[in-house]
């Protein structure tokens, strides 16, 4: 009886890997481009023609190769990357299976351009179908230029799955789009049939990166992300969430460099966001991780597109804390700045104006003494931020419109809402205080007696322990009637039957506020620090302001109310000069 | 119009009506000043529309009439004006006002436009002397609620019957009630709610040696003692039924020393935490703790020695309140008595042996719950 398996031409094998490796021009593109910043490129060039259908050329300046790798790179499983399966675990490189080049090879017309010392010839490889037609000596520079055209010719099953030229051409630019996140020192350039789509140059950091990607506004509105643990580093940006909005979002995930999807970790970092954005909100989020040696597995699929996590709770709970720690900060609050560049017009300083001036009085005061004009002191928009130390002075503050405090910061302005700052402050103290069984109820002199509407009153007595945790103490007096013997004592004008009786209806009905809490403590709790904290329209006096700012800062996500909404916004001092024309 | 008058006459009705108009107003005439020249002299007035002041100054009335003018402006150029006689005159909408050197113009409007005070009859009135007065307003209105959404709360309930006269004052937290023999009267039991804004300037205006006469039309009150009236609109609905809330059980009473009990709370303050100023007292045998412990801030520990009958007990209390309440104490001890934690506790000065003036004063204070 003849044989009927046989060991598959390597031809065959390469097909068939092709299948898993290559679907599209889009992942030709990223294969190469993995290939080059594998090679240390500090810059790639892509060009498509017919959305990379017809060719695809990927042109590097990085390490090259000599003859013999260049040869030994179209066959499979040669890699120059991974020597035993040691080396698979602890891996640093893009590439390592070996099949990326061979396998474009075998279902496309593929040309090798490499050089690597400059003492030896360059090698220019033909390759068709995965066989070599043609191998000659060149010259060029050093680096690797691989141009593949006629993508799929001999594989018209595949060749008919391929998109047309402009969703083709769509996916190659946000896979290269992708890339570059990941590596913002090195320059990018994509063409397609002669037009510019992508022109990056390297730049300095992340923000730079995003800034020439999707423009300046985009990078403001994004704040950086640090992180440590177990081993594990993140880096990052995420957007503002002032800035966020529901739909479009942009993601984007990496491993040492290498992009890949992991919805739970994306999800991870929307629960870093709550109570700082609306629930439909989607922000963005662009994360870098770092991972210790032999943590995660990235052989799970061919393109890499998956990687497993050994401890991916640990790297959630990074992700979630992070993010939450970069939200704690300035940098996260709503902001008045625009990044439209103003006309600059340079205007002369006057001499130091007098009281008469700006109220349209043409009479002004005479000076008595006139300031020399080599007087020491700064001049007006030198730099001295980083030399003098932060003053130890608190921030002036005044309530404005009975509704926002105005703080003087040494950087520029903060307005904040009072009552959305009350709200966080509420809601943080009593999140912590269910921890430590409550907080302190003041006992009435007069009970409350409260007829509620039959649900409520349910509503009311299922809650009561959560409610007495609040402050609330509350007793069912049977029929419709509750009696309330103590109230929590959140600010002087608390007018607590009001705000018990519209957090008990929030709670019995729902709210969008209520629905977006993890959990009965934080529904109580937003509901509590909504309906108790300081309205707009009440006057506070210099200490109570003072006051409700300290206790702002001191809270962990000083700049977001709990419906998501800013409780600061900023106007930097920059901003200012610039509205000003200074 | 035309008088002449001393120039501390006409400081001294200055200054008394000024501090009742309002510094911001949305009704222009309310800054002013209403002046009215009779034959008897010149009457000044201000009000707020809640609370008005007027008195009755002597002056030299050549020519009878009215103007309001400037309250603020006329009583900081009367403060400044060399001790002689000054000349005021109207003219049209102004006020001239000359004294020695000096001249002024100010716009006024027309007396017209000025809200009539309201008509009290004193005939019928009631009387009380402005010690009596001031005491019970001193030792009571601090008491009265700032929160807006109970406005009853936010009046000091008066109530005047036979031989006696009390003022109450609570914000749902804490009370003060002082009962004063007054003198016997055929009355039978009225109660104001009187905004302590209108007592504030019966504070100001009244000495303690005036007799001061009170009389009621509709709803406003007037107190009147020589030339000078004040006025006020009363607080309408019923009081809370304080009685039924002070406590007649208490069981465990400890006196200690009113100084000694005010700077150990008031130490234990500053640990308290803002919001809640919460301290923890501790009683057992001849000593009562004082304990705060704040998270995030720290804590304080401290002991004062008193004589203490009852059950140990351990109960909270915002430090604020007992710290205004000692304020206001007037003897060397004070008597706390209490049931429970959570039940009310009283506050009462200890008057020292045959000190017995048949002036009641009670405070209450309701405890913060504990946790444990």
């Not at chain 1, 707009?536 to 001191?554: H, I, K, N, P, S």
């Not at chain 2, 709803?219 to 009081?239: A, D, K, M, Q, W």
């Not at chain 2, 206001?328 to 008597?335: A, F, I, L, P, Q």
Request: charged content about 25%.
């Amino acid at each position: 009886m003849a044989r009927t398996i046989e060991v598959l031409p390597d031809a065959v094998a390469n097909q068939i890997a092709a299948g898993e490796v290559v679907e599209r021009p889009a992942s030709v593109v990223k294969e190469l481009v993995e290939n080059a910043l594998d090679a240390r490129a500090g810059r790639v060039e892509i060009e498509l023609a017919g959305g990379g259908k017809r060719k695809v050329r990927v042109a590097d300046d990085g390490l090259g190769m000599s003859r013999e790798d260049a040869l030994l790179s179209l066959d499979r499983h040669a890699t120059s990357k991974v020597r035993g399966t040691s080396d698979l675990r602890a891996l640093k490189t893009f590439g390592f299976r070996g099949e990326a080049l061979p396998s474009i090879a075998s279902v496309s017309r593929l040309t090798l351009e490499t050089q690597a010392d400059v003492a030896e010839p360059g090698t220019s490889i033909r390759v068709e179908g995965g066989r070599i037609l043609q191998v000659r000596d060149m010259a060029r520079t050093r680096g690797t230029t691989v141009q593949v055209e006629r993508l799929f010719f001999n594989a018209p099953a595949r060749a008919k799955f391929l998109r047309n030229t402009a969703a083709e051409t769509r996916a190659v630019s946000d896979a290269v789009g992708t890339l570059s996140l990941a590596h913002p020192g090195v320059a990018f350039r994509l063409e397609s049939e002669g037009r510019v789509l992508l022109d990056l140059n390297a730049a300095s950091d992340l923000p730079n990166r995003v800034a020439q990607l999707w423009g300046d506004r985009a990078a403001e509105e994004l704040i950086p992300v640090h992180g440590e643990g177990e081993g594990f580093r993140l880096v990052g940006l995420v957007q503002r969430p002032d800035a966020a909005r529901p739909g479009f979002r942009r993601t984007a995930l990496f491993v040492h460099g290498r992009p890949f999807r992991e919805p739970a970790l994306i999800r991870a970092g929307d629960r870093a966001y709550r109570t700082t954005v609306a629930p439909e909100t989607r922000p963005w989020i662009l994360l870098e991780l770092r991972v210790p040696a032999g943590s995660v597995d990235v052989n799970v699929h061919p393109t890499k597109a998956e990687v497993r996590f050994q401890n991916r709770n640990a790297v959630e709970a990074l992700v979630e804390r992070s993010i939450r720690e970069a939200l704690e900060g300035e940098a996260s609050a709503a902001t008045m700045d625009q990044d439209l560049p103003l006309p600059h017009v340079q205007v002369r300083e006057r001499s130091p104006a007098g009281p008469g001036d700006g109220g349209g009085s043409s009479e002004t005061q005479m000076a008595l003494f006139l300031r020399g004009d080599g007087a020491p002191g700064p001049e007006p928009g030198q730099e001295v931020d980083g030399l003098v130390p932060e003053p130890a002075e608190p921030p002036r503050l005044w309530q404005v419109h009975r509704a926002y405090i105005l703080a003087e910061v040494r950087d520029g302005l903060l307005l904040i809402d009072q009552h959305a700052a009350h709200e966080r402050v509420l809601f943080e103290e009593i999140m912590r205080s269910f921890d430590t069984g409550g907080s302190e109820g003041q006992r009435l002199l007069f009970p409350l007696t409260l007829r509620l509407p039959a649900a409520e009153y349910e509503q009311a007595e299922a809650l009561s322990g959560l409610l007495h945790q609040t402050g609330f103490e509350v007793e069912g007096f049977g029929g419709d009637t509750v009696i309330v013997h103590g109230v929590p004592a959140p600010h002087p004008n608390f007018d607590a039957e009001r705000s018990f009786r519209e957090m008990i209806e929030e709670l019995t009905h729902g709210s969008e506020l209520v629905r977006s809490a993890r959990n009965q403590h934080e529904r109580v709790a937003m509901s509590f620090a909504c309906k108790s904290a300081i309205k707009a329209g009440q006057t506070l006096d210099e200490r109570e302001v003072q006051e409700l700012f300290d206790r702002l800062f001191a809270t962990e996500l000083p700049y977001h109310d709990v419906h998501g909404r800013p409780t600061v916004v900023r106007l930097s001092s920059r901003e200012l000069e610039r509205k000003f024309g200074r | 119009m035309n008088f002449t008058i001393t120039r501390q006459n006409l400081h001294k009705g200055l200054a008394a009506v000024s501090a009742s108009i309002p510094t911001k107003t949305t009704l222009p005439v309310l800054s002013n000043i209403l002046f009215e020249a009779t034959s008897e002299g010149v009457r000044m007035s201000g009000t707020d529309l809640d609370v008005g002041v007027r008195i009755q100054v002597p002056a030299d009335v050549s020519l009878e009439g009215s103007l309001t003018a400037p309250g603020k402006k006329l009583q900081e150029i009367a403060r400044e004006l060399p001790d002689e006689p000054v000349r005021i005159t109207t003219q049209g909408d102004q006020i001239e006002l000359r004294c020695g050197r000096s001249h002024f113009k100010l716009n006024g409007l027309p007396s017209e436009d000025f809200p009539t005070l309201p008509a009290v009859s004193f005939e019928s009135g009631w009387q009380a002397t402005g010690e009596t007065l001031l005491s019970l307003i001193h030792h009571t209105s601090f008491a009265v609620s700032t929160e807006e959404s109970r406005p009853i709360l936010n009046g000091v309930l008066w109530e005047l019957s036979d031989g006696q006269m009390r003022m109450v004052a609570t914000n749902g937290h804490r009370l003060a009630k002082m009962t004063v023999p007054a003198a016997s009267s055929s009355h039978t039991t009225v109660q104001f709610i009187v905004p302590p804004a209108a007592l504030q300037q019966v504070q100001r205006l009244f000495g303690k040696e005036e007799e001061v006469v009170v009389g009621q039309e509709g709803n406003h009150l007037g107190f009147r003692s020589g030339g000078t009236e004040v006025y006020t609109r009363l607080i309408e609905g019923s009081y809370p039924n304080y009685d039924q809330v002070i406590p007649r059980d208490n069981d465990k009473w400890a006196v200690v020393d009113r100084k000694t009990l005010e700077s150990a709370v008031r130490r234990m303050a500053v640990v308290a935490s803002d919001q809640t100023h919460r301290i923890r007292m501790s009683l057992a045998k001849e000593q009562m703790q004082l304990n705060v412990l704040t998270p995030d801030l720290g804590e304080g520990h401290d002991e004062i020695e008193v004589q203490f009958e009852g059950d140990d007990l351990e109960i909270g209390f915002n430090a604020a309140y007992l710290l205004e309440i000692l304020r206001y104490m007037d003897t060397e001890e004070v008597r706390l008595g209490f049931k429970a934690p959570e039940r009310a506790a009283t506050i009462e000065p200890v008057s020292g042996e045959g000190e017995e003036s048949g002036i009641e004063y009670l405070c209450l204070v309701m405890p913060l719950r504990l946790l444990d």
